[in-house]
């Protein structure tokens, strides 16, 4: 039984870990504490349910239609609300209310147009995998490979790319980042996509077997 304890809580640590990771990012390079994420979060998952249990497209296709517009929707967040307030030398607490703002926005948008109840994919009883007394069921497997792929590109971006250097030089000095040459707001809009589809994948796995439920 402790076995099967343990399994569960690591597949549930990888997926906020992902979300960890798309939050530290936005608050290291902005230093803005991105509530929206939470709308945001909600957002990707209706999208996942709408497209594919509503829709009827595939769950590869409705999944790359979800995410896709969850960055859009992010960027969207950026360029309305988080770079004007930049613009104007807001202070961080105004941003921060106005990140609330967005996430009562978006949730409350959601429950007008699809409701409050509990939103189902798939109904079928899908075949767990099972080693001795330990049960991992189809959702699990999901979640555990694909935050797991997730992670590991994140974490390869961040240390091996050009891309990734430049964004942990945002975060440590975004004064001298602009010194030599480089204009933040580019480097901001491409880890804002990059974040809040983070928080899609999170949700993807999750919405292979139910959609998240909304209780706000």
């Known amino acids: 039984m402790i076995w099967q304890f343990i399994i569960n809580g690591l597949i549930t640590g990888i997926l906020y870990s992902l979300l960890a990771i798309g939050f530290a990012l936005v608050y290291n390079t902005t ?16 999208m996942f349910w709408f497209f594919v249990a509503k829709v009827g497209l595939p769950v590869f296709v409705g999944s790359l239609v979800a995410i896709v517009l969850t960055m859009l929707l992010s960027l969207l967040t950026e360029l309305c609300v988080y770079h004007p307030l930049k ?4 202070s961080l607490n105004v941003a921060m209310i106005a990140s609330i703002g967005v996430m009562t926005v978006v949730i409350n948008t959601i429950a007008m147009c699809f409701g409050n109840e509990t939103k189902v994919v798939e109904n079928a009883i899908l075949q767990p995998l099972t080693f001795g007394d330990i049960i991992i069921t189809t959702p699990q497997k999901y979640q555990a490979l694909i935050g797991i792929a997730v992670i590991a590109a994140f974490m390869i971006i961040l240390q091996r790319t050009n891309w990734g250097l430049r964004l942990r030089a945002l975060s440590a000095d975004e004064t001298l980042f602009e010194t030599l040459g480089y204009i933040p707001r580019h480097t901001e809009y491409c880890h804002q996509l990059c974040d809040d589809s983070d928080f899609a994948f999170s949700i993807i796995p999750i919405g292979f077997k139910i959609c998240k439920e909304k209780s706000w």
Do not use: D, E
């Not at 230093?31 to 209706?46: C, D, K, L, Q, S």
């Not at 613009?87 to 807001?90: C, D, E, P, V, Y």
């Open 31 to 46: 230093r803005i504490f991105h509530i929206a994420a939470a709308g945001i979060y909600v957002f990707a998952a209706y």
């Open 87 to 90: 613009n104007k030398k807001a």
